[in-house]
Structure formats: structure tokens, C-alpha cells
């Protein structure tokens, strides 16, 4: 059956398309349509790759590797050239010495498939075994060097192969990884959300006297994470086996996820009062440290007429001035979106 892709011209004066002006053509000037079963295969004279529309080319590339390289037949007679003092040719065994080879007839010219197909979208460029051609048949030694030390080369193969076997490249592997190792953070971000949701709600600490692995009691946050291990196999396995760096259990995590909770919560609060008037209840005291806090408590009406009363911070402050207050209440307001001409009313 045929297969139609973006159609190839076969005239001479497409097939011997100048190649470097091809390099630079505009995609609204690029080939767009070709027939794949006629794309021209000797390598001398067929169009670069560049020189068909961006959309098309791997479609190209893919009609050219199920073709295969381009081998002249079997009873095609090399064209001998005197190079130096001797006669030289193309060898035939080079066919099976180089899985990469092409020989044009038309020019008496080796060339190489992989680097032809990907040279323009290689970083490392190409070489003459694409635009030019090789014909040194006396430094044959060069062939050989092409397909074992040239980066350019190595990288146009492994294109090639990731083209044909896309499940199987680099790249779709590291992605795969990416995504599953994705998967499991999500489940030990998960597991720790839920402990401190818990926890949080209960109104419970989160930290434990000994939290060792041999401890009889880790502390609240720990135990429930452990208690949901036991609960969901699946969470074991990827706790369990997660690097040691990524368990999401440090005190640091705790604290962001407690951190993003009351966020979260805060914004509710917010969203509730609605740009309505609330009124706040403030008091100050001293933590042991000896330094001074003010907590702030909001009353307010919310949209279903119910009269709510919601903590909504508490913060450091130098002094119990009442400017000094001010000055922290107006500021925790501010971070919440809050302003304080909308207070009606206060107690402290
Ligand atoms: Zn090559």
C-alpha cells in the first residue's frame, strides 16, 4: 500500500538541488508533500534533509532508514581512479565492514545514512561524508575513523535509533524514570500531608522524645506515618525504598507542610469574610523566651449569615505599645489582603 508523504520531485534539477544553499532554505520554500516510494536514494544527487518542510522530515528520515542504504547491484562494476601512483575503487566488503556506508554510482562517492538524515539538526554539525562526499579511496583508513571517533557520527546513530525504536532511546527511558520517581514523591508527599492534616486538626504535636529507628515511640507525626505503612502496602515499598534524602519526614518538611496548611486555611478565612467588615480580638503575651507576641483573632459574618471567629496569626512584636500593635496588626493584615479600614471594632 502506498503511504503518501510530502512529494519528492524527480526532474535532475531537484535531484541535484545544490546542497549549501538547501542549508539555509525557509521552511515556506521547503518541500511539503512527497511520495516516499520514489524519494531519490543515490546519495550523490538526493536532496538534503534540511531542504523539506520541518513538519515532514522525521517522516523522511524514517522513509530512508526502512530503505536502507543505498547499495549499487550486485554486478555494478566500481569505477577504478589513478590516486597517487596507483589505481584505487570503492571495495565492495566495505558494504559489510561499515553498517553506516553509501555509494553513490552517480558520483563515485561513499557518503554516510545517519549523519545525511540528522546532520541538520545535530549539535555537532557534519562532515564531507555528507555534503561533499568521500572519495580518498587510498586514506580508506579515514572510513573507519569516521564511524568509531567521529562525535558528529555517534550522535547522528543514536538519533537514528531513537527515531526507529522511540520506546527504547535514552531520552524515552529517562522519562519514564522521571515520571515513576514523580509518582512516588507524590505518594510520600501524600503520606506526610495526611499525617499532618491529621495532626493539625487534632490540635496534636508533631515531634517525639526519641524519634531513632529503634525507638518504642517516634512522636505523633512518625507513628502515623508508620501506621500508614501498615495500612497501604504500596506506601511501605516507596518509603522504604526512597533515597535517603527524599523520605519526606525531616522536621523541615513538617514544618513546610504545617506552614502550607495554615496558608491554605488562611485563605479560606479570607475568601469567607468576602471584602466584608470583621471586627479583631487581639492579646499579647510573652513566650518563654522572654519575647513579646501579639495573636490575632477575627470575627466576622460570613455569606450564610453565621457569625465566625477564626485565629489568624500570631506575631513577634518589640514592644506592647499601642503604635507598636498597630504597626504588626496592620502588617499581618496586609500579608492576608486584609486592610484595617475594614475593622469594626477591636478588643485588646
Ligand atoms: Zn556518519
Known sequence: ?????????????????????????????????????????????RPPISS????????????????????PPYNFV????????????????????????????????????????FKNVSKYGGDHFVTEGFGDWKNSHR??????????????????????????????????????MNSEYRVRVNTSLIATKFLLRC???????????????????????????????EITKVINYAPGNNFMTALKI????????????TKQIVCDIA?????????????VAGKEQMVVVIHYVNSDGLVKERFLGIVSVKETSAKSLKEALEKLLSINGLSLSSIRGARI
Not at 565492495?92 to 562517492?109: A, G, M, P, T, V
Not at 527515531?163 to 531520552?171: A, F, Y
Not at 513538617?254 to 486555611?265: G, P, S, V
Open 1 to 45: 500500500m502506498k503511504k503518501f508523504f510530502p512529494v519528492l520531485s524527480r526532474d535532475k534539477a531537484t535531484s541535484s538541488v545544490n546542497l549549501e544553499a538547501s542549508e539555509t532554505q525557509h521552511p515556506s520554500e521547503s518541500i511539503k508533500v512527497v511520495d516516499y516510494e520514489l524519494l531519490e536514494t543515490d546519495p550523490g544527487i
Open 52 to 71: 523539506y518542510h520541518p513538519d515532514i522530515q522525521n517522516e523522511v528520515r524514517k522513509a530512508y532508514l526502512k530503505i536502507g542504504r543505498h547499495k
Open 78 to 117: 566500481y569505477p577504478w581512479s589513478v590516486q597517487g601512483n596507483q589505481r584505487r575503487r570503492f571495495c565492495k566488503n566495505w558494504f559489510d565492514l561499515y553498517d553506516w556506508i553509501d555509494y553513490s554510482e552517480s558520483k563515485d562517492l561513499a557518503f554516510c545514512l545517519p549523519c545525511f538524515l
Open 143 to 180: 572510513l573507519a575513523n569516521h564511524g568509531t571517533s567521529s562525535i558528529s557520527h555517534i550522535d547522528c546513530v543514536h538519533m537514528s535509533y531513537a527515531l526507529m525504536n522511540p520506546n527504547q532511546s535514552i531520552k524515552a527511558a529517562f522519562v519514564n524514570q522521571t515520571k515513576q
Open 203 to 233: 490540635g496534636m504535636p508533631f515531634r517525639g522524645s526519641d524519634e531513632s529507628f529503634n525507638s518504642l515511640f517516634k512522636g505523633p507525626f512518625l507513628e502515623l506515618v508508620d501506621t500508614l505503612k501498615e495500612i497501604n502496602p
Open 254 to 265: 513538617q514544618k513546610d507542610l504545617a506552614a502550607a496548611c495554615a496558608c491554605e486555611i
Open 275 to 287: 471584602d466584608d467588615v470583621f471586627c479583631v480580638l487581639i492579646d499579647e503575651s510573652g513566650d
